[in-house]
C-alpha cells in the first residue's frame, strides 16, 4: 500500500448502515430475523379458513335443499298447467264431490285396490256420471310421482282399449291430510283381469262366469 492509502484498513464499510452479521472483527449488528409478520399472517389465513369452511358447508346444504324444493314446486306447478291447459274438457271436482260420489269411499263401492291406491265406483252430480274413482295412497313415498306420470300420460292418450280418464282431483280431505285421486270413465263389464282370469262367485254359482275365446284372447295380446 502506497500513497493515499497507506494508513486505510483492509475493509471499509462506511456509508452501508443496513449491513448485519458476518465474522466477528467486522463488529457488526446481529441480524433479527422478521418473523412476527409472516407468524400473523398465517394466523390470520388459519383463521380465516376455519370461519369460512362452516359457511361453505352450509351455504353448500342450503343451496341442494333450496333446489330440492324448486324441483318440487315445478312438478306441481307443470302438473297444475298440464291438466289446466285442457280444463275445457274436464270436470271440476273437489274432495267433497268425490266423497259424495262414492258414498264416503264406501266399501260397497270398492271396485278394487293395488299397490298405489284403491278404487271406487261412484255417480257424480249433477248429471249423474257413473265413474270410476282411483284414490291414491299418499302415505306412500313414490304416491306423488306415480300421480303426475299418470296423468301426464293419460291426458296425451286416446286408444280405444284404454280406458279413458276424465279429470283428477289434487287437494286435501276433511281432516287436511293431502289427497289425490284420478277419475276414469267407468267401464260397467269389469276388468281387464276378470276376462282373463274368470273365477266363479265364493256361493259356487258360475252363471256371470266371463269366458273369453282364444281368438278374442288373441286380439287382446
Known amino acids: 500500500r502506497e500513497g493515499a492509502f ?10 452501508n448502515k443496513r449491513l448485519c452479521g458476518g465474522i466477528p472483527q467486522l463488529k457488526l449488528p446481529r441480524c433479527v ?9 398465517s394466523l390470520g389465513v388459519k383463521l380465516m379458513i376455519a370461519l369460512l369452511t362452516p359457511l361453505l358447508v352450509l351455504g353448500f346444504v342450503m343451496s341442494i335443499l333450496v333446489i ?8 306441481q306447478s307443470s302438473l297444475a298447467s298440464s291438466l289446466s291447459s285442457k280444463q275445457e274438457l274436464l270436470l271440476k ?7 259424495k260420489a262414492t258414498g264416503g269411499f264406501s266399501s260397497a263401492n270398492l271396485i278394487g285396490a293395488g299397490s ?5 265406483r261412484g255417480i257424480l252430480d249433477p248429471n249423474e256420471t257413473v265413474v270410476a274413482v ?52 267407468f267401464m260397467p263389464n269389469g276388468t281387464l283381469e276378470s276376462w282373463l282370469h274368470p ?6 254359482i258360475d252363471e256371470d262366469l266371463k269366458i273369453l275365446s282364444f281368438h278374442q284372447r288373441l286380439n287382446i295380446a
Open 68 to 75: 330440492n324444493r324448486l324441483r318440487k314446486t315445478n312438478r
Open 33 to 41: 430475523a422478521n418473523r412476527s409478520k409472516n407468524g400473523k399472517t
Open 6 to 15: 497507506l494508513n486505510a484498513t483492509a475493509i471499509s464499510l462506511s456509508g
Open 134 to 185: 282411483k284414490v291414491l295412497f299418499m302415505r306412500q313415498r313414490k304416491t306423488l310421482k306415480s300421480f303426475m306420470a299418470e296423468c301426464e300420460i293419460l291426458k296425451n292418450i286416446r286408444h280405444r282399449n284404454l280406458v279413458k280418464i276424465l279429470t283428477a282431483c289434487s287437494s286435501v280431505d276433511f281432516q287436511g291430510n293431502d289427497f289425490k285421486a284420478l277419475v276414469y270413465e
Open 93 to 99: 271436482v273437489s274432495y267433497r264431490n268425490l266423497h
Open 199 to 204: 273365477f266363479p262367485r265364493t256361493n259356487g
Open 116 to 120: 298405489f291406491g284403491s278404487v271406487y
